[in-house]
C-alpha cells in the first residue's frame, strides 16, 4: 500500500486498537488513536485483557508503569493475538532500569511481537549494546543504533523502529528513513508511547513493515504541521492532535526515504 492509502484506509476502516500500556501514556495514546481516525481501547485486566484481544484488529503492549498483574494480561494477550495472528507491538520502556523489567520485556519478545518500537537507548540495550539510557528518554542518536536495530531485526523475526530526530525502520533487509516531526516531540511525555499504539493501528491495516513507516511518517507530517502553529510544549501538543487529524492523505510520503 502507498502511504496516502494507509491514511485514507486508517481514517476510513477505524480500527480497533487493544492497548495495554502505562499510567501516563494512557489518555494521550487514546487521543492520538481517535485523532488519527482509529478507534482505541485501554484494556488491562487479567480477567478480561485476552478475551478482548482477538476482537481486535491489533494489539499494543507498552511496559512502561509494568507490575505483575499488567504482566500477566500482556503475556495473555500477547498469546491470544498470535493464536488468532493478529499483529502486536513491543514498547520496552525503560527495560534496562531493573533485572524484573529485564526479564518481562525478554519474554516479551520471546513472544514474537510483529514490530517493537523503542528509542534508540532501548532498542541498543535490547540487542545487548552499550547504551547511555537512563531511564525513559534516550541518551542516543538513531544513527548509532542502526546497527543494533538491523541485528534485533535478524535474531527476533520483527520489524524494529527506532524513534529520534530521524526515525528508522528495518526489517534487517530493507529499510526507512522518516525526518520531519518536531524538536517539541522530545518535550511532551509519551510521544514515543502514542506512536506504538498508532502503529498497531497501522498494523491492522497494512504489513508491519508498511505499518511502521506509515505511524512514523503520519507523526512526522502532524510533528511538522504543529511546530509552526506552536508556542511550546503545551500548545504543540494540542496543535499536535489537531495536525493527526487535519493532515492530507498526500502529506505522509514526502518525509519518507526508503533504502
Ligand atoms: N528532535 C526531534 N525532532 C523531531 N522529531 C522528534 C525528535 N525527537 C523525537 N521526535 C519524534 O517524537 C516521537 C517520539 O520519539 P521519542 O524517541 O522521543 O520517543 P520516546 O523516547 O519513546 O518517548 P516517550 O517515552 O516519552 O513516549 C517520534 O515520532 C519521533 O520521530
Ligand atoms: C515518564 C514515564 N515514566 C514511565 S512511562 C513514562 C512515559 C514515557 O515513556
Ligand atoms: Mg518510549
Not at 500477566?72 to 513491543?90: E, F, G, I, T
Request: glycine share 8%; net charge negative.
Amino acid at each position: 500500500m502507498t502511504d496516502a492509502n494507509t491514511l485514507h484506509t486508517l481514517r476510513t476502516t477505524s480500527p480497533l486498537v487493544h492497548c495495554i500500556t502505562n499510567y501516563v501514556a494512557m489518555q494521550f495514546s487514546a487521543n492520538t488513536l481517535l485523532a488519527a481516525g482509529a478507534s482505541p481501547a485501554m484494556v488491562h485486566a487479567t480477567e478480561e485483557a485476552a478475551e478482548f484481544t482477538p476482537i481486535c484488529g491489533a494489539l499494543s503492549i507498552n511496559i512502561g508503569t509494568l507490575s505483575t498483574p499488567w504482566l500477566d494480561a500482556m503475556r495473555a494477550s500477547a498469546r491470544a493475538a498470535n493464536a488468532q495472528d493478529l499483529p502486536w507491538v513491543l514498547d520496552p520502556v525503560a527495560h534496562f532500569i531493573s533485572a524484573y523489567r529485564r526479564d518481562a520485556c525478554a519474554e516479551l519478545v520471546a513472544l514474537k511481537p510483529a514490530i517493537i518500537k523503542g528509542n534508540a537507548s532501548e532498542i541498543m540495550a535490547l540487542n545487548g549494546t552499550q547504551s547511555a539510557g537512563r531511564g525513559v528518554d534516550s541518551g542516543d542518536s538513531v544513527k548509532d543504533a542502526k546497527h543494533a536495530a538491523r541485528m534485533l531485526a535478524n535474531q527476533t523475526g520483527a520489524i524494529v523502529m527506532v524513534t529520534g530526530e530521524v526515525d528508522h525502520v528495518t526489517d534487517g533487509t530493507q529499510c526507512a528513513d522518516i525526518s520531519g516531526g518536531s524538536h517539541w516531540m522530545p518535550r511532551v511525555t509519551a510521544m514515543g508511547c502514542s506512536l506504538g499504539s498508532l502503529t498497531a493501528a497501522y498494523a491492522a491495516i497494512t504489513t508491519p513493515f508498511d505499518a511502521a513507516v506509515s505511524a512514523a511518517a503520519h507523526f512526522a507530517a502532524a510533528g511538522d504541521w504543529a511546530q509552526s502553529r506552536a508556542a511550546g510544549p503545551g500548545s504543540f501538543h494540542a496543535a499536535f492532535l489537531d495536525g493527526l487529524a487535519l493532515i492530507g492523505d498526500d502529506q505522509l510520503a514526502p518525509w519518507v526515504t526508503r533504502g
